[in-house]
């Protein structure tokens, strides 16, 4: 089975920051990678797909890349409305889910 | 617009079983697989298998080949997640999701004695 590990855990930053969150796989997941956001109480959200394309309609501040087995989000502003969890996901093999990032204000 | 509407939360006794469902709309059911993911409270998100909408086959993930069976009611549009003898750690909300943009509401269950 393919590990997805997320890092941060947990991640405080301020408003208008550069957030980075990164997500290493077990072994090469050939970029089929979607990042997800979840707020409390609310089913996942597709932010982006296939490693850097984004959904409708999600803001252009998030941003995906990353290759083999390294991928990574970034958020180049930071807005009170991202506070949430972010999970990455690979479908290259099966399904696994990476532990969560948690996104907090400073 | 597409949408899987789940049905609602479940309380339930270990040793009981209880069975979900989640109904789609919006596209034909039978284009695309049907997948069930588990969050346990304050965890992330566990893949539990997926159903073929279109033969019925379903295929578990390690964790997920006892006590959990997946089913449809094609006709319905519909996709169940039945879990037998439930216990305590079965206590989670249950999303159905066609992978991507398009996920149920989630259904949360509470296994209490």
């Known amino acids: 089975d393919i590990q997805m590990t997320q890092s941060p855990s947990v991640l405080s930053a301020s408003v208008g920051d550069r957030v980075t969150l990164s997500c290493k796989a077990s072994?090469?997941?050939?970029?089929?990678l979607d990042w997800y956001q979840q707020k409390l109480g609310e089913a996942p959200k597709l932010l982006i797909y296939f490693t850097n394309n984004l959904q409708t309609g999600i803001p252009s501040r998030f941003s995906g890349s990353g290759s083999g087995t390294d991928y990574t989000l970034t958020i180049s502003s930071l807005q009170p409305e991202d506070v949430a969890t972010y999970f990455c996901?690979?479908?290259?093999?099966?399904?696994?889910f990476g532990g969560g990032t948690k996104l907090e204000l400073k | 617009q597409i949408q899987l509407v789940q049905s609602g939360p479940e309380l339930k006794k270990p040793g009981e079983s209880v069975k979900i469902s989640c109904k789609a709309s919006?596209?034909?059911?039978?284009?695309?697989?049907m997948n069930w993911v588990k969050q346990a409270p304050g965890n992330g998100l566990k893949w539990m298998g997926w159903?073929?909408?279109?033969?019925?086959?379903?295929t578990y993930a390690d964790d997920f080949k006892q006590r959990f069976v997946f089913s449809l009611e094609t006709s319905a549009s519909t996709a169940y997640l039945q879990i037998n003898n439930l216990n305590i750690e079965d206590t989670a909300t249950y999303f159905c999701t066609r992978r991507g943009a398009y996920w149920g509401q989630g259904t949360l269950v509470t296994v209490s004695s």
């Open positions: 072994q090469n997941i050939n970029k089929n």
């Open positions: 159903i073929n909408t279109q033969t019925g086959k379903p």
């Open positions: 919006g596209y034909t059911f039978t284009d695309y697989a």
């Open positions: 996901f690979q479908y290259n093999s099966g399904w696994t």
